[in-house]
């Protein structure tokens, strides 16, 4: 490795070095207690993807370079240089990841190792290493960003077609996809197709809200690259949207990812207080049913439903209670999964790996512990309101044959209010969900 390159590694993670990643460098003891805890090690039982491993890639250069110990003893501190071999397990172990810190909820230390792979990730990109798919689709919103007039009249003409079947579907000639509503009181931010517009736009005309649709998708595969700048700038596309409509809320869709990024990360990243909240729509939603703004069938969706928390909304964004109130509200035989809530198995389809396909074998692998949950329950409805969940679960679906219908939350909303399958997710806008410009 050239001196140049070496010095560029080093300087990134010295960058990171604040006292929040150096203490979880120093204080973990091997305890490997995070083995039973993450789904890929428990299915794969590979090495490479134990979270304390992942963690020790960036602890072995840590100790090199930034403790005395490592540096005049390297083979007995265990310390390493960043060499071919370690930069290539790095990326094996980091990209693979997750990010769904079930490992963190059960560390007797709290040690986020969601933390140290953003440190991880940050030398791969200063090392000309993170993914590229991930880079190429970050690259893609932002040029999107920077050009939004270019897709304006094409974006606004699909709008128009997804608010002629609103219409259609509900019998309202009235209803309306608003776009650049100056004063509105909510932004929603969507994903690319229509599938997270559509029933949205329905609930949102018959609760009669005040709201106006984004032109920007809510994905952020600068989240999942590993560049916080990428991912900042990508989240400000909306953020900048929603301060000069002037709305009360920024609403994002069934997204996990883009709801923490918008909510939990995007003001520190750009060191401001936005003037609205932002929420996730399945707040909206559990409030508009128990305000009575929709009306809902109680006994509309019959057959037996089973729900999947999203890591990033769940375990990492705490929204645990107003989808299921949501789901019981209308359908009557509902059953958790076990374990639930903090305690979910991830689904394996986090983090962008879906995105990867250099990673599908252990992706799939990885999903074994949620095909046992789903299978525990006996439902043959999923309510999942995650776009990644649903496509790597809806994957798992056809692999072994579950027989699921796997749908948004909002959809069986939409089902529940006498509107039938019109809203439901086709495979064409599926994959359409995973364009991000």
């Avoid at 491993?53 to 960043?82: I, N, S």
């Avoid at 690259?139 to 007039?149: C, M, P, R, S, T």
């Avoid at 394996?348 to 992706?363: L, S, T």
């Amino acid at each position: 490795m050239e001196k140049q390159e070496l010095e560029t590694i080093i300087g990134t993670l010295g960058k990171r070095m604040n006292r929040q990643l150096k203490e979880y460098l120093d204080v973990c003891v091997r305890c490997a207690i995070c083995k039973d805890a993450c789904h890929q090690y428990v299915a794969t039982q590979d090495m490479t993807y134990l979270p304390a491993h992942r963690a020790e890639l960036v602890r072995a250069v840590y100790r090199k370079y930034f403790t005395k110990a490592g540096q005049f003893m390297p083979a007995v501190y265990e310390a390493r240089d960043p060499d071919e071999h370690l930069l290539d397990d790095l990326y094996r172990s980091t990209y693979a990841c997750t990010g769904c810190r079930r490992c963190m909820y059960y560390c007797p230390f709290s040690i986020d190792t969601q933390w140290v792979i953003s440190a991880a990730k940050a030398m791969l990109i200063a090392a000309g290493r993170g993914n590229e798919m991930l880079g190429q689709l970050a690259d893609a919103a932002l040029f999107k960003g920077d050009n939004i007039e270019m897709f304006r009249d094409n974006l606004v003409e699909g709008f128009r077609e997804i608010e002629t079947q609103v219409r259609d579907i509900t019998k309202n000639p009235e209803a309306e996809i608003p776009v650049d509503r100056q004063g509105a009181d909510m932004l929603y931010v969507a994903l690319a197709g229509s599938h997270s517009i559509l029933p949205a736009a329905i609930i949102f005309n018959e609760a009669k809200a005040s709201w106006t649709l984004s032109m920007f998708e809510a994905a952020n595969y600068g989240f999942f690259f590993g560049d916080p700048d990428k991912a900042r700038l990508i989240a400000k596309r909306f953020m900048d949207e929603a301060k000069r409509l002037g709305v009360k809320e920024v609403v994002i869709t069934e997204c996990g990812h883009a709801y923490r990024v918008a909510e939990l990360f995007y003001e520190a990243w750009a060191k401001e207080r936005m003037p609205f909240k932002v929420v996730h729509i399945l707040e909206v939603i559990d409030r508009y049913v128990k305000e009575g703004r929709i009306k809902v069938d109680p006994r509309g969706i019959r057959e037996k439903v089973t729900y999947h928390d999203p890591c990033q909304i769940g375990r990492n964004g705490g929204i645990y209670e107003q989808p299921r109130d949501i789901v019981k509200a209308i359908a009557p035989d509902f059953v958790d999964m076990t374990p639930n809530r903090e305690k979910q198995w991830c689904c394996g389809g986090g983090g962008g790996i879906v995105a990867m396909e250099e990673f599908n074998e252990v992706r799939l692998k990885s999903g074994d512990m949620k095909v046992e949950q789903i299978k525990a329950t006996g439902a043959s409805v999923l309510a999942c309101p995650c776009e990644n969940c649903r496509l790597q679960i809806g994957e798992l679906n056809e692999v072994h044959d579950l027989g699921l219908r796997v749908v948004p939350v909002m959809d069986l909303v939409v089902e529940a209010m006498g509107f039938g399958h019109a809203a439901g997710t086709t495979g064409d806008e599926r994959d359409a969900a995973e364009a991000v410009v």
